[in-house]
Structures are given as C-alpha cells and as structure tokens.
C-alpha cells in the first residue's frame, strides 16, 4: 500500500523542465483550462466536461468528471482522516488502517478482494498523508459498477482478524526500517519535521513513532475505524468515460445502505509562533553530508480563511520556482554550475494542506564544501530574494514553468481524480482547482519580494544537517 509523506496537491515542487520557447503555448492552454470552470449538478448550463456533484442524505459527496478519450475510469475514495488528526501514542494509526483495508469483509474473506480486483482488471492501491486516506481502481469504464460495490462494502464492514492485525503491524514495521531507519535522507527529514513543529500534528511521520507502533493494538484500529470511516467524512471520486448520473445511482444504490454517523471534534491545534531559529544535527552512516530547511509559511487554507491575503500562497509558490524550477533556476545557475558548491539543491512550497506548514529547502554540497558555507550561500539567495526584484523575464518564464507543469499533469485521469479529491478533503474545495492558473498568473515581483521578506527570516527558521559518519558505524551513545 502506498504511504505518501505529503502530496503535492495541485503543483510540482520542480515543475516539468518545457522549453521558454513554448510558453506562449502553455500560457493560452492554461488560460483555457480555467475557463473551463466547475460546476454543480443544479448550474443552469450543465456541461459534461465539468465536474458534477451531488451529496447523498447520509452524507456521502460525490464527485465526477467525464473524460471520454478512453474506455476507462479511475475510482477513489478520500477519507477526512490521516496522521495530523491523530494524537501522541497513536501516531501511524491512519496508515495502519489503511493495511487492514485490504483485509477481509463481513461479505467477503480475506484475500478475495485483490483476486476479485484482478478479476476485472483493475490497477488498485492506497495511500495516507497527513490529512487523509485514500482508495482507488483504474479499471475498464464497464467494470466501474464493482469497484463502487468493492468500496462501499469496505467503508463499513471491515472485519479485524487478530492475526491480520498482527501480520500486518509487523507489515508496517519493516515498511517503516527500509523506509525510514535504514535511510539518513529520509531519518534526516523525520526529525527535522519534529523540530521544525512543536505542537502541530504535521510533526509526526505518517508511517508512525515505532514506539507507537509496538504498542497498537487491534482495538485502536476499530476504534479508529468506527469514528472515521462513515459516509459524512468521505469523498467518492470518478474520472473517466463515465456518466454522471449513472454514477450517482450506483453511489446511492452501494453507499446510501449507510447511515452517517456523528465526527468526533477535530481540536486546533495551530502551531505556536516560532520565536527564534532552530536547529538540529543528525551523525548517521551515509555516503554524503546534506542540508534541510525550512520557514514556516501559510497554506492556501488560511487565505481561504482570511487570514492572510489571498495572493500570499501563490507567491510563495512562486518563489519556490524562482529558486528551483529547472535548469534555469537560481539554485540550479548560482550554485550547482555557478559557484559549483552544491551537488543538488531543491526548494518546494507545501500549502495544500489543511493545516499551515513549510517552504522548504534540501540540498547536498559539492565535494569540499561544508554544509555551513552551503547555508550561508543559500540564505544569501534568500537576502537576494528580499533586496532585489525578480525581472519580468525571469517572472514570466518560472511561471510558464509551473503552469506547463500543472496543465500537462491534468491531462491524466488520474492526476485529475487526485487533484479533486484532495482539495475536496483538506477543506479548500474542488471548484479551488480553477483559481489556481489565475492566481500563479497574477503575481508580481513586488508580491515576492513581499513574502520573502514576511516569512523566510531567521525566527522561523529551522536547519537540519546531516553529519556522514563512516558506512557501517553507529553514532557514538554519550
């Protein structure tokens, strides 16, 4: 099953490297896009190329887009639950359940699922994130009525098996060593997020605490279960050649068989202000020395919210693209070919949750240079960021880029499905989906400049580096 740390909901962090000399191009088919708004089934002028939704009595809402280019449909279902809705002793919870998903029924045995999948030959899978859980099946448009039929009957009658349980927590356990603890990159990025965050609940890994892990029990997953898994928390979403109503009819026939149920009270638990830099050290057996930052910054949810302007997460997104957005970026000129004092270096906006959370910055020095000098260089991009305008050139070219790279993602069924059901779920909305092509459109240099010299400053500001001990020595315990 898949185990996503966070996906990016609507733009790469490294978008597609398309020549300048398309730009025009992908300009016009963006601004195409967004003139292709979503609709509701109630809108007047009704179009099947839009997106169509209905809500069922129990709760249920539902979400389809016809895309008639190929015989075939994509089928998910977003839960509104994933590792920032869980507490200290229970973290990993979400993407433990998410396992257990795949397990036997009140109707069906364990193991007839993935044989009555493959039966009608559909590509399926799973993920958790922070925010939420996720079902899906690729499959022939003419075998969709059983993939809704297989998801309904999982959403609530799931049977926990002692055994199952055991097998799969041990499962989850192995995923979490060669995932995770036999990784410095990924050890590294795990320990920074719990510095980085001292009360947010994006602290904790979605694969979970291993304490945590050793210590759950079968009962925390019905429990879990139970309170989450119900159709008033939940978006069925379907892209494809596909017929909207016929789609709702199978949601009703399937999904409407349950009653809602009332959700337990999400507490806030908004991150306290940072009040100056942090900084952590990892000592690991690894090849190469790295560097992670991060600032913290708000997600579009609080522009949604009005508390920030509604222009400030697109020019952060902007930002990220100015200093890494291909081969013409400033990371990849000034400090991989330029000054050659980094062997990589990545920057990306995390905003599309439904929480605020980080602009962030990874990289690996060159050969005889240490992580401090690599730092310093890259806040000295920063300061540039702050002190400087970005040129029209430069402005028009990160953003042909980070259009390109959205608009040639939605050209997959896939991807479209993900984009919906994701905003869907993290509050934004799925009709969000059409003002993000205007918003990248309509920043300006003065608005970079802006949050530049608004969030990355020094007090919210946390480095992580990692120290490459020799490859099979343990740190020394002190």
């Not at 179009?47 to 895309?67: A, F, P, R, W």
């Not at 590792?83 to 257990?100: K, P, R, V």
């Not at 149920?261 to 952590?280: H, M, S």
């Not at 003002?435 to 459109?441: I, K, M, R």
Request: glycine share 6%.
């Amino acid at each position: 099953m898949g185990n996503k740390i966070m996906i990016r909901s609507l733009s790469p962090a490294t978008p597609s490297r398309i020549s300048f000399l398309f730009a025009p191009l992908i300009l016009i088919s963006a601004l195409c896009l967004t003139a292709n708004a979503t609709e509701t089934k109630d809108d007047a002028n009704e179009s099947k190329s839009k997106v169509h939704e209905y809500n069922l009595e129990n709760g249920l809402k539902v979400l389809v887009k016809q895309d008639k280019r190929a015989p075939v449909a994509v089928v998910q279902v977003w839960y509104a639950v994933g590792t920032s809705y869980e507490h200290e002793g229970i973290t990993g919870l979400s993407h433990a359940l998410e396992h257990m998903m795949f397990k036997g029924t009140k109707t069906r045995k364990s193991g007839e699922f993935e044989k009555l999948v493959s039966a009608i030959g559909a590509r399926n899978n799973a993920f958790t994130s922070q925010d939420y859980t996720a079902y899906y099946e690729v499959l022939a448009n003419d075998k969709l009525e059983q993939a809704i039929e297989i998801e309904a009957d999982r959403m609530r009658n799931l049977v926990f098996d002692p055994k199952e349980f055991e097998k799969e927590i041990e499962v989850v356990k192995e995923e979490r060593r060669w995932r995770t603890d036999d990784k410095p990159s990924s050890l590294t990025r795990e320990q920074f997020n719990a510095t980085a965050f001292l009360n947010s609940p994006y602290r904790a890994p979605v694969i979970g605490w291993m304490v945590d892990l050793d210590g759950m029990t079968i009962e925390d997953a019905k429990i879990w279960y139970k309170k989450w898994y119900t159709p008033n928390n939940a978006t069925l979403v379907v892209v494809g050649d596909v017929e909207p109503d016929a789609v709702h009819e199978m949601a009703k026939k399937y999904f409407g068989l349950y009653k809602s149920n009332p959700l337990p009270v999400v507490k806030l638990r908004t991150e306290v202000e940072q009040l100056g830099p942090r900084n952590i050290t990892l000592k690991l057996p690894a090849k190469l020395a790295s560097l992670r930052m991060g600032y913290k910054t708000p997600a579009m949810i609080s522009a949604k919210q009005g508390k920030v302007p509604e222009w400030e997460p697109y020019a952060l997104e902007v930002l990220a693209n100015i200093l890494d957005g291909g081969d013409s970026a400033r990371f990849a000129k000034n400090l991989i070919r330029g000054k050659e004092v980094a062997a990589g270096a990545n920057a990306g906006y995390y905003g599309y949750g439904r929480l605020d959370n980080l602009l962030t910055i990874s990289a690996t020095p060159a050969e005889g240079v240490s992580t401090e000098k690599l730092k310093e260089l890259i806040l000295a991009e920063i300061e540039t960021l702050k002190t400087e305008l970005v040129s029209e050139a430069e402005l028009k070219r990160v953003k042909a880029q980070v259009i390109a790279g959205e608009v040639f993602e939605r050209d997959s069924i896939e991807h479209m499905a993900t984009l919906l059901g994701s905003l869907e779920t993290v509050g934004l909305g799925h009709k969000y989906i059409d003002q993000y092509v205007p918003g990248v459109l309509a920043v300006t240099a003065e608005q970079i400049q802006d949050v530049a010299k608004k969030y990355l400053i020094e007090n919210s500001l946390t480095v992580g580096e990692l120290i490459p001990l020799p490859l099979g020595e343990k740190q020394e315990k002190k």
